[in-house]
């Protein structure tokens, strides 16, 4: 088992920056793929961007392609989403994952997931 909690989230003014992290316990954190999800009232969760086990390939979704950056420090068990110049359609709660394969991208294709984070943003 691998347990996952997110933290950072908040609200923000359009235009601003946060960043979130997902602290991994339990099994090796080290082979998974991790991803972020988000979920906005009414909507079906969907995918954000993906990091490959060893940080070196990124995927992201096209509507946060070049605003938002995911890392992640292996030394510490650590996923992070930077998220820049906010816009008020981010407002969801995010969540992390982890899973076998960094080319997921459906939420049924990751094993273990955080109890999520709300992000606002504001206009």
């Known amino acids: 088992q691998v347990q996952l909690v997110e933290t950072g989230g908040g609200l923000v003014q359009a235009g601003d920056s946060l960043r979130l992290s997902c602290a991994a316990s339990?099994?090796?954190?080290?082979?998974?793929?991790m991803g972020w999800f988000r979920q906005a009232p009414g909507k079906e969760r969907e995918f954000v961007a993906v990091?490959?086990?060893?940080?070196?390939?990124?995927y992201y979704a096209a509507s946060v392609k070049g605003r938002f950056t995911i890392s992640r420090d292996n030394a510490k068990n650590t996923m992070y989403l930077q998220m820049n110049s906010l816009k008020p359609e981010d407002t969801a709660v995010y969540y992390c994952t982890a899973g076998q394969s960094s080319r997921a991208r459906h939420v049924s294709e990751y094993d273990y997931w955080g109890q999520g984070a709300q992000v606002t943003v504001s206009s």
């Open positions: 339990g099994r090796t954190f080290n082979p998974y793929a």
């Open positions: 990091i490959n086990w060893s940080g070196s390939s990124t």
